[in-house]
Structure formats: C-alpha cells, structure tokens
C-alpha cells in the first residue's frame, strides 16, 4: 500500500528523521516545501516562479507554494509531507487536493524542542546533521561523513529556536486544530527514542 502521510511537529520535534525513515520503510516520496520548490523553481505560475521570489529574498507567496506541493504528490506514488502545510489556508488547501491516510504530529515539550534546536551541529562541507547528546559525531568537532568542520548555525542558539517556536505555534496551532476537526489527526509521543518514535508511527499506520 502506498502511504500518503502527513507529518506535522515543531522544529526540533524529528520530522526530518522520521520522514526520511518512512520513505525508506514504505517505499513512499519524502516530500519538502524546501526541496518541491528547489526542484520546480521555474515552473510557470499566474504569480510568476519561485525562482523570482527566492532571488529576490522573499517569501515564496502561498498560492505558488500550493500549486509547486500539489505538482509534487501528484508526482508520487504515496508520500510523507514533511514542512508543509504551515498555515489554515494551506492546510485547507491541502485537504482539497489529497486524501491523506494519515496525519501524525510529533508532540515535544518545548524545553526539550530548545535543547534539541541548539545542541544541533550541520557540517560545513556536506551538510550531515549531528547532535552533542543524541547523534555526536566520533570525533568532537569534525563531521563522520566527509571529515568537514561542524558548526552551529546562527538559527540553532536558544533565543533565535524560541522564535522559531513562538513562530511555529502562531502559525501551525490552527493547522493542528484544522486537522483534529477533520477527526485526522494522531498525537504521538516524539520525547522518545527516534527508532521508538518511529515505532510508534508504524503502530499508527498499521491501524
């Protein structure tokens, strides 16, 4: 069965993580806002292209952002939307075009979600992701993948994750209302393990 996931979370909350395990396990697209646009940038709408909002630094607007996801999971063969949708009117849209088998958020604490965001280290050269207490690299510093140096990003330190999560809530607090009202959505424990966490989503799918 080709799955069409919804995964919804907070930054920090293992979204990244558990997608990239779900598409492996289930044979399904893994699904970005980030990478759908990169991919499709020069596609035509009647608001113009994303490449001629992210060149100018701007805000991909919500009606090319719709029609770029909506070209992507029409693309797949059974998906899991990772990223998206971030505000009511996508979720609403998203609701319209697709129906999901699924729709699982990751519910973390928000003193864990800060711990998580600013203990994150990416390498410079490859960009692998690691983690001072959950994934730390073998050698302090220096990436397992290609040997690069690690770094914290600027928007991993603690004021800028609790904008970011100030901002997610805002935003994503009717997305998650939108889609317990549909009678969609399953709240899963994201505190845990990550293989415990995906455990517990593969529980979900099963049902």
Sequence with gaps: ????????GAPGAGKGTQSTKLAEEYGVEHVTTGDALRANKDMETE???????????EL???????????????????????????????????????????????D??????VDRLTGRRVCDDCGANFHVDFQPPEEEGVCDECGGELIQRDDDTEETARERLDVFYENTE?????????????????E????EVFERIGDVLDE
């Design 108 to 113: 973390v604490d928000e003193e864990v979600l």
């Design 60 to 106: 991909v607007p919500d009606p090319v952002v719709n029609e770029i996801v909506e070209a992507a999971l029409a693309d797949a063969d059974g998906f899991v939307l990772d990223g998206y949708p971030r505000n009511l009117d996508q979720a609403e849209y998203l609701s319209e075009i697709t129906d999901l088998d699924a729709v699982i958020y990751l």
């Design 1 to 8: 069965m080709s799955y069409r996931i919804l995964l919804l």
């Design 174 to 190: 009717p997305v998650i209302e939108h889609f317990r009202d549909e009678g969609d959505l399953v709240e899963v424990d994201g």
């Design 47 to 57: 608001y113009g292209t994303p490449r001629s909002f992210m060149e100018a630094g």
């Design 192 to 195: 845990a393990a990550p293989d």
